[in-house]
């Protein structure tokens, strides 16, 4: 082996050996959902880590789905990297839309047919939340994240944050029926060194959280939607 392969191995090796796993756990806490109640679902809860110094290294844009199915967007809770484009593509025999108008980046897909798609490009980091602006009752998150170590939860509320590179990080949380605050008060700083990582159990809040009805896109109640039929003619459900 020439010099500059054993110095480019040994660069290599010496940056996966400083790599690190974080992992913990996540408990929702005062919540009304059954799904936590009753089953201990804790998933979707989105954990990630900021460097506290410098930037994270920037994780190459992509392309990602969410589905309009069923009258649900699917996946509920979908985490991108800035950069990223999402498709909407409308699986439904029905009309759909897509906006936000929330701070993490407002948009607006339309109104589009079944069989079709829109797409958005999510150019700065924050929290979107999408509304459909058709069906009040369909909702989900995008998280935007600048860094590339960041995990979402399992049902028991486990995750892992893999390939970790040494160095001070501000853990931060995200869960949709979290308030703000809560959610700032659970922050904190970690040392990342060679070893894996494990967090000390982190428990999120629901109790401030308040299910207000949304907004359509134009800031006012949802009329009663019409009929799928009347939306989609010539096709019945
Ligand atoms: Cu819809």
């Not at 907004?215 to 109640?221: A, E, L, P, T």
Request: charged share 25%; glycine share 8%.
């Amino acid at each position: 082996m020439t010099w500059p392969w054993r110095t480019c191995f040994s660069l290599i090796w010496s940056v996966c050996a400083l790599a690190a796993t974080v992992g913990g756990r996540v408990e929702l806490a005062e919540s009304r959902d059954p799904q936590v109640r009753r089953h201990r679902n804790f998933s979707d809860v989105v954990v990630w880590l900021d460097p506290v110094r410098g930037e994270a290294p920037r994780t190459e844009p992509r392309t990602a789905k969410m589905l309009q199915q069923g009258k649900r967007f699917i996946p509920h809770i979908l985490v991108i990297p800035v950069g990223t484009t999402v498709e909407f593509p409308n699986l439904d025999p029905i009309f759909h839309n897509a906006f936000s108008n929330f701070s993490g980046q407002p948009f607006d897909t339309g109104l589009y047919p079944p069989g079709t798609t829109q797409k958005i490009t999510f150019r700065r980091d924050g929290i979107v939340r999408v509304f459909c602006n058709i069906h009040s009752t369909m909702s989900a998150v995008i998280v935007v994240t600048k860094t590339p170590y960041v995990a979402v939860t399992d049902r028991r509320g486990d995750f892992r944050i893999e390939g970790v590179p040494a160095g001070d990080y501000q853990v931060r949380v995200f869960h949709e029926r979290a308030t703000e605050e809560s959610l700032r008060a659970l922050e904190r700083k970690i040392t990342v060194g060679e070893e894996t990582v494990g967090l000390p159990l982190i428990r999120v809040s629901e109790s401030g959280y308040l299910e207000v009805p949304h907004k359509n896109k134009y800031g006012r109640d949802y009329p009663e939607p019409p009929p799928d039929h009347m939306v989609y003619p010539g096709v019945r459900r």
